[in-house]
């Protein structure tokens, strides 16, 4: 039986196809990590009209809470609310029905939120385990239309968000988890989160660690140079995870040392993937710098779906 007071699962939901991968993703999520599941539906751009509202995406205390009882007595089946009439609340109560199927009823809530879909998303995902939310196509409009609620949640959740993209494409390595490391604290957490899903999904993880010649170096152009300083990195790569190693006997991993620029290496390794997961900074300074260049990269080009976790998580 899965404990309703742990961390949820919270997945934001839109009615489009894309957001009912992102279900099914969230429901295995739930599933392998025993947390409840918490559904979240936003219903645009009526904050004005309700009451509480503060014009950047907040919601009004008295509606949420409302909203609240009206999904709980639809899940518990004891009596509440009369039922919201909106397609916001018919497209939550066909997301409730299916994880109701999949996983312990008492274990999935949902809420419709009045206002913009990321503050939505980020309001619910206040102490959530895990974030997860759909993305569109890797075409150059649909990365513009998706950065303004994903690459939202991303920057600015205090949990990992897993933003689920269908992933049509083959590799030779086969299905796997994808990491990127490069020693700082956010790239540590990124990596016990990848050896996590590794272990839970029973899938091989790849971990990759990019590196780059500094000019003038001599290793640009003496090979005895360059095998020793790639020597390095590959002797560090094999020693920082050495605890995780041991912590998940049962992931089998493969390490590969580059020399080249992450976001690209990481994209091309994303081919075929199930995950490819990347580190986050903490949530201080400017925030278009948060998820750095290789998240961003990977939010608009990576092939499969793409885990942000933050050096920070409360």
Not at 200 to 212: A, E, K, N, Q, T
Not at 215 to 228: G, K, L, R, V
Not at 288 to 304: D, F, K, N, P, W
């Amino acid at each position: 039986m899965i404990d309703r007071t742990l961390r949820p699962v919270v997945v934001g939901i839109d009615g489009r196809s894309e957001s009912r991968t992102a279900l099914r993703y969230a429901v295995d999520e739930a599933r392998n990590r025993g947390r409840p599941l918490r559904v979240v539906r936003a219903r645009e751009p009526v904050l004005a009209m309700v009451g509480g509202g503060d014009g950047k995406g907040g919601v009004g205390a008295q509606a949420s809470v409302q909203a609240v009882g009206q999904v709980s007595a639809l899940v518990s089946g004891q009596p509440g609310e009369p039922a919201d009439p909106s397609p916001e609340a018919a497209d939550l109560d066909a997301a409730l029905a299916v994880a109701g199927d999949q996983l312990e009823r008492d274990a999935v809530s949902g809420v419709v939120v009045n206002g913009a879909a990321a503050s939505a998303v980020l309001e619910q995902a206040e102490g959530a385990e895990l974030v997860v939310v759909g993305s569109r196509s890797r075409s150059a409009v649909a990365s513009v239309v998706m950065g303004s609620v994903n690459s939202a949640v991303a920057q600015h959740a205090r949990c990992p968000v897993i933003v689920v993209r269908a992933s049509k494409e083959h590799a030779p390595a086969g299905r796997r988890i994808v990491v990127g490391t490069d020693g700082s604290h956010h790239a540590e957490r990124a990596v016990a989160f990848a050896f996590e899903e590794a272990s839970l999904r029973g899938l091989p993880l790849s971990v990759v660690h990019c590196w780059r010649i500094d000019a003038p170096d001599e290793a640009q152009w003496d090979t005895d140079a360059f095998a020793s300083r790639r020597a390095d990195h590959v002797r560090w790569v094999g020693e920082s995870l050495a605890g995780l190693r041991v912590k998940y006997p049962d992931v089998d991993v493969a390490t590969n040392v580059l020399e080249g620029r992450p976001g690209v290496i990481l994209t091309e390794f994303s081919r075929g993937a199930d995950l490819v997961v990347v580190g986050a900074r903490g949530l201080g300074g400017i925030e278009r710098l948060l998820l750095g260049s290789v998240g961003q990269t990977l939010l608009h080009h990576a092939h499969c779906s793409v885990a942000v976790v933050r050096a920070v998580h409360r």
